[in-house]
């Protein structure tokens, strides 16, 4: 059993690449903690540190309460799954999944019994005499997890174990994994780049954006309360719909959020107004979710969103409309849309600047004074957490849930009233505006 610290981890290698920039991170005994990200966000890097396979370029990797960063990796009592699970072709299954024990100088018998255990609580009790070759790719990748096992490791760390296997095969393994690794107890970190994996594995998540950890969470925390438009954008499916308004102020009624012609509204009530005020004349990023949207006869009022289906999709337990609404989305990079220059609100820099230096104004800095909290100087820190400009837009089609095989098709009109409570609010730098509040 072991706990694991890291404390402003940093890896950047010869050529310059940063590949982890200041994590900090804690995982609690016991704890299963998923690393996810996109390709190339750092997950294995920072796997691999862990592991003691590379040393980190400044900042400290805490075990059990210990600084590990010169703890060479076979005394860190850590076992590692990789994706490639390599195994050693000539040995049968049995011999393959011994093997850690044979090195360590346990004898036969012993050995022969802990191997048993092992693959009869993987399914893989009866195959243990065939060699990899006679295995089937799940089978092969439980001979894996069973070498790994058999050492009872105090930390597994599995560095995406189940993306070679087809998606039925993964969702079982997937169980399987979790279901061993909590039943043994042993603290377990895995990366992956699928957030279904993440969602349904997790103890919690964290979520890495070019080596830069951008949230921690249980599953339900990050994906109810994304703490960036980044995450936000990573988890979900379909995802989150995500859409550029303008905020106006009035202080006599409520907040208006204005996406081309449609307008929602946030009431004084709403304990995020506060926040969203500060806002006013400015443009934000509206966070709304599909399951927050529900059909609603074209004569309601109140908070509906009115459109037309551009076209549907049919998934057999429910179909998805995508609604032209003539507002504008915007479209998070790296998440399989290519980078653009243009960024949401072009003089969102420029007033984070004179907010940080307290020079400059304007209308709204007015208006917060004159009714609403003032915002107070933003920390600098903030800054480092995403690049203005990284964003860019598109019209939006707005992902609404429909019962499977819906009378309406594309081309209809369809109103959807919006649960205003369940929006999302992203500034332009893409942090989330009601932060703290978790
Ligand atoms: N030895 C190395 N030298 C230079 N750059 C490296 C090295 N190893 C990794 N990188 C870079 O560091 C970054 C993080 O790589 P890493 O392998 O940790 O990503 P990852 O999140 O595991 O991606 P994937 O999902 O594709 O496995 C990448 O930009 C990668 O190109
Ligand atoms: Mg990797």
Not at 392 to 415: K, Q, W
């Amino acid at each position: 059993m072991a706990t694991v610290a890291l404390k402003d981890v940093m890896k950047v290698f010869a050529d310059g690449t940063v590949a982890v920039d200041r994590v900090n991170l804690d995982v609690g005994q016991g704890e299963f903690m998923v690393l996810l990200g996109p390709s190339g966000c750092g997950k294995s890097t920072l796997l691999r540190m862990v592991a003691g396979l590379e040393d980190p370029t400044s900042g400290a990797v805490i075990m059990d309460g210990e600084l590990a960063n010169d703890l060479p990796p076979r005394e860190r009592g850590v076992a590692m799954v990789f994706q490639d699970f390599a195994l050693y072709p000539h040995m049968t299954v049995g011999e393959n999944i011994g093997f850690p024990l044979r090195l360590s100088g346990v004898d036969a018998e012993p050995r022969a019994e802990q191997v048993a255990e092992v693959a009869s609580a993987l399914g893989i009790g009866d195959v243990l005499a065939r060699k990899p070759g006679q295995l089937s790719g799940g089978q092969r990748q439980r001979v894996a997890m069973g070498r790994a096992i058999v050492r009872r490791p105090k930390l597994f760390l599995m560095d995406e174990p189940l993306s070679n296997l087809d998606s039925g095969l993964r969702a079982e393994l997937r169980a399987e994994i979790s279901g061993l690794v909590r039943e043994l107890g042993v603290t377990t970190i895995y990366v992956t780049h699928d957030q279904a994996e993440a969602l349904t594995m997790a103890d919690r998540v964290a979520i890495l954006r070019k080596g830069v950890l951008q949230d921690v969470g249980t599953p339900t925390q990050v994906y109810g309360r994304p703490a960036t438009l980044y995450v936000a954008a990573f988890l979900g499916s379909p995802r989150m719909n995500l859409l550029e308004a303008e905020v106006y102020v009035h202080l006599d009624r409520h907040i208006a959020l204005h996406m081309g012609d449609q307008v929602l509204h946030l009431p004084w009530n709403d304990l995020r107004s506060r926040q969203v005020a500060h806002f006013h004349g400015e443009r934000i990023v509206i966070g709304v979710r599909a399951e927050a949207l529900t059909p609603v006869p074209d004569t309601t009022s109140g908070d509906v969103l009115r459109g037309r289906i551009r076209y549907l999709e049919h998934h057999g337990h429910e179909s998805l409309a995508f609604l032209d609404i003539g507002a504008t989305a915007v479209i998070v990079d790296e998440i399989g849309n290519p980078p653009t220059d243009v960024p949401i609100n072009g003089g969102g820099l420029r007033r984070f600047v004179s907010r940080l230096t307290g020079r400059g104004g304007s209308g709204s800095a007015e208006l917060v004074g004159a009714g609403v909290n003032g915002r107070g100087p933003r920390r600098a820190k903030e800054s480092v957490l995403s690049d203005p400009g990284r964003h860019h837009r598109r019209p939006a089609e707005l992902a609404v849930r429909l019962a499977p095989y819906p009378a309406v098709t594309h081309g209809h009109p369809l109103s959807v009233a919006v649960r205003m409570e369940a929006l999302h609010f992203f500034d332009e730098r893409g942090q989330r505006i009601d932060v703290g509040w978790r």
